[in-house]
């Protein structure tokens, strides 16, 4: 067990899936100066409101060689019995793998994507499978990049790496598709910036070439709703309903170091373009936070 200290509700950067009916969320653990995190937890539910934190899954101090600091935004998918795990760590971008959705993660023991090795910060991944099965890692601060997943799950083919500038990308960026149509959402300004918050473009690609289409989310001061971004989306089984989990500031009392995640419906106009996402004031609720925790002051 983690003996970092953190507070019951403070997390962000969610990556929302779902494993065999059931969803899982993992986040960076949050409430510490200076996104100070060293391991990471999951939290799963039945209805995408009632959470249980089922505890830590992969502590870089005991289970990683070549990184000890910055446990940040993960991303998880499934494949062939297994579960992958993709993590922020020290401006690396790490892989591990377990049997199960909760863990314990074994890490790949070298990072997917090194610091350096690409434009940027190596950050934030996100994962994502397109319909012929082919499996793409994306990551990036400042540029956007895009690879194929080689069978292994567990490092990228070097010669695919496709990178994406625009002017308002920040980081976080996250691909889906739904019919023919490609969707690549991303983060824009800083967290700590009432106005962090989402954009969304469109291609005939996962590499696109890109159309950007605008903000999808932002935020609401009239409701105390600030900072909304760093997101995940995710279709829910046998439907063609959507959902979007996000980080925000705590409700009331949040900034970027103490930020909440909230989930909400995404619509899809007549012709296929996303509508922008009206945030609401409830939040996921943690209903089993593991311990110990420390509330921080």
């Given at each position: 067990m983690s003996a970092e200290q953190r507070h019951p509700r403070y997390f962000a950067d969610p990556a929302l899936t779902c494993f065999d009916g059931r969803f899982y969320l993992y986040p960076t653990t949050d409430g510490l100066a200076d996104w100070?995190?060293?391991?990471?937890r999951v939290l799963v539910s039945d209805d995408l409101m009632n959470w249980v934190d089922e505890g830590e899954i992969l502590n870089l101090d005991t289970d990683v060689a070549w990184a000890d600091r910055f446990a940040w935004a993960p991303a998880a998918t499934a494949r062939n019995g297994n579960y992958y795990f993709y993590f922020s760590a020290d401006d690396n971008i790490g892989a591990a793998?377990?049997?199960s959705p909760r863990g314990p993660f074994i890490d790949s023991g070298l990072p997917i994507v090194e610091r350096g090795a690409h434009a940027g910060r190596a950050i934030d991944p996100s994962v994502f499978t397109d319909d012929d099965g082919t499996a793409y890692l994306l990551w990036g601060n400042g540029v956007a990049h895009v690879a194929r997943l080689n069978p292994?799950?567990?490092?990228?083919?070097?010669?695919?790496?496709?990178?994406?500038?625009?002017?308002?990308?920040?980081?976080?960026?996250?691909?889906?598709?739904?019919?023919t149509r490609y969707y690549l959402t991303w983060s824009e300004n800083d967290t700590r910036d009432a106005e962090y918050r989402v954009r969304w473009a469109?291609?005939?690609s996962?590499?696109?070439?890109?159309?950007?289409?605008?903000?999808?989310?932002e935020q609401s001061p009239a409701r105390g709703i600030f900072a909304t971004g760093h997101h995940s989306i995710l279709r829910l089984p046998d439907s063609d309903d959507w959902v979007i989990a996000y980080h925000r500031f705590a409700i009331p009392d949040g900034d970027g170091y103490r930020r909440e995640i909230a989930i909400e419906p995404l619509h899809y106009s007549s012709d296929?373009?996303?509508?922008p996402v009206a945030p609401r004031i409830a939040s996921i609720r943690?209903?089993?936070?593991?311990?110990p925790i420390t509330l921080d002051t």
């Amino acid at each position: 067990m983690s003996a970092e200290q953190r507070h019951p509700r403070y997390f962000a950067d969610p990556a929302l899936t779902c494993f065999d009916g059931r969803f899982y969320l993992y986040p960076t653990t949050d409430g510490l100066a200076d996104w100070s995190s060293t391991s990471f937890r999951v939290l799963v539910s039945d209805d995408l409101m009632n959470w249980v934190d089922e505890g830590e899954i992969l502590n870089l101090d005991t289970d990683v060689a070549w990184a000890d600091r910055f446990a940040w935004a993960p991303a998880a998918t499934a494949r062939n019995g297994n579960y992958y795990f993709y993590f922020s760590a020290d401006d690396n971008i790490g892989a591990a793998v377990s049997t199960s959705p909760r863990g314990p993660f074994i890490d790949s023991g070298l990072p997917i994507v090194e610091r350096g090795a690409h434009a940027g910060r190596a950050i934030d991944p996100s994962v994502f499978t397109d319909d012929d099965g082919t499996a793409y890692l994306l990551w990036g601060n400042g540029v956007a990049h895009v690879a194929r997943l080689n069978p292994d799950m567990l490092s990228i083919d070097p010669t695919t790496v496709t990178s994406w500038e625009h002017p308002t990308f920040r980081e976080a960026a996250h691909l889906h598709r739904r019919g023919t149509r490609y969707y690549l959402t991303w983060s824009e300004n800083d967290t700590r910036d009432a106005e962090y918050r989402v954009r969304w473009a469109d291609g005939p690609s996962p590499t696109g070439p890109w159309n950007d289409r605008g903000v999808l989310l932002e935020q609401s001061p009239a409701r105390g709703i600030f900072a909304t971004g760093h997101h995940s989306i995710l279709r829910l089984p046998d439907s063609d309903d959507w959902v979007i989990a996000y980080h925000r500031f705590a409700i009331p009392d949040g900034d970027g170091y103490r930020r909440e995640i909230a989930i909400e419906p995404l619509h899809y106009s007549s012709d296929g373009d996303l509508e922008p996402v009206a945030p609401r004031i409830a939040s996921i609720r943690l209903t089993a936070p593991s311990l110990p925790i420390t509330l921080d002051t």
